[in-house]
């Protein structure tokens, strides 16, 4: 599954028109409330994840991209899996109760 944000270039229609065709169950940014790392996996999951990675004064910005791509590569299934299907359930809850 394929979650779009609400990026002024992920909103294009262009874009919207691609991932119309060719993306299996696409859900148009229409239907997902702006700006709600609540409702993204990736704000209140994943990125748990990543939190080992120290930044201080003075970190390189390669070193931490670096350090950020070698966790997200390494991340299991499982936790991957898990995040999806929290992610189903609040979608559900916020449609429930109307946003």
Same mark, same amino acid.
């Given at each position: 599954m394929f979650q779009q944000d609400s990026a002024p270039a992920h909103r294009a229609l262009e874009t919207i028109e691609l991932l119309v065709r060719k993306t299996p169950d696409f859900i148009s940014p229409d239907l997902l409330p702006h700006n709600s790392?609540?409702?993204?996996?990736?704000?209140?999951?994943?990125?748990?994840?990543c939190n080992s990675v120290s930044i201080r004064?003075?970190?390189?910005? &390669? !070193?931490i991209k670096k350090r950020l791509v070698e966790i997200w590569i390494g991340l299991e299934q499982n936790i991957i899996d898990t995040a999806? &299907? !929290?992610?189903?359930?609040?979608?559900?809850?916020?449609?429930?109760?109307?946003g």
């Open positions: 790392p609540d409702l993204n996996p990736v704000d209140y999951k994943l990125w748990g994840s004064r003075g970190s390189r910005m &390669d !070193e999806i &299907d !929290e992610w189903r359930n609040c979608q559900r809850a916020c449609v429930r109760a109307k």
